[in-house]
């Protein structure tokens, strides 16, 4: 996997956690990316990082967040994560979407990259809060259950955003399109949250499982987010509060 290599080749003594996990030594030449972003590092890098080690860091990556709906074509759908943890928490994200604009036209700028550092803030688009008073729900698209619904229900929603890619739904909460991401039932993995709650967290919001715990990404730490996921931008303990016990008894951390 050419992100992997990558990454690899530039930071060696950094562990990389990836879904798609491939010998490096099977990347081609062509496929090692060895550039950097001016953007990126004309901005300072906040204090309580200046000493990390290189080994002290953990990278996860998502090469394909929303691997289905690629398959069925929706292209804004898909996103690709890598996410940063230091100390087990997530400090900086990259969540590029390489379909941004795809159907805008021929002279429509195609793709964009949105990262965040804590400490600095993200960037890359417009950060909007979703409209006041109204209690709009993002959840997945491709694996919806009883659990689930049950739980979306108990949150007397105006409105229910299904989508998929868990990079995809935080960028609905920043961008003001949904006031909650909510996704009870595990399956989701450390390389899809990691990059997102970087970036979510980097502008004030939240994101915990379902049980209001953080998550952990050291390289020690199970991949599966067993327990689900709730984010909001705002109104966290709104939200947590309206969670049901059996919906929380259901999911063990």
Not at 60 to 82: N, R
Not at 90 to 117: C, S
Not at 139 to 161: F, G, K, M, Q
């Amino acid at each position: 996997m050419s992100i992997c290599a990558s990454l690899a080749r530039k930071f060696p003594k950094v562990t990389i956690i990836g879904e798609e996990e491939l010998p490096t030594d099977e990347v081609t030449e062509d496929l090692i990316e060895d550039g950097h972003c001016e953007e990126i590092l004309k901005k300072t890098c906040p204090a309580q990082y200046m000493g990390i080690k290189e080994e002290e860091l953990v990278i996860w990556v998502d090469p394909l967040d929303g691997t289905k709906e690629y398959t069925e074509g929706l292209l804004d759908h898909v996103t690709v994560l890598i996410g940063i943890a230091y100390g087990g928490k997530a400090i900086a994200g990259v969540i590029n979407q390489p379909y941004y604009n795809y159907e805008a036209g021929a002279d429509a700028v195609l793709g964009r990259t949105i990262w965040g550092v804590l400490g600095i803030g993200a960037f890359g688009f417009q950060l909007t809060e979703a409209p006041a008073g109204k209690h709009i729900i993002v959840t997945t698209r491709s694996h919806s259950s009883t659990l689930v619904n049950e739980c979306i229900s108990a949150l007397n929603p105006d409105s229910v955003i299904r989508v998929g890619g868990a990079g995809n739904k935080i960028i609905q909460l920043v961008e003001g399109k949904a006031s909650a991401y909510i996704f009870a039932s595990p399956g989701c993995k450390k390389w899809d949250t990691c990059a997102p709650e970087a970036i979510l967290h980097a502008v004030g919001g939240k994101i915990t499982d379902i049980h209001g715990n953080s998550f952990q990404y050291n390289k020690e730490v199970k991949h599966m987010n067993s327990a689900g996921i709730l984010a909001t931008l705002r109104n966290y303990d709104y939200y947590s509060s309206c969670i049901p016990n059996t919906v929380k008894q259901s999911l063990v951390p």
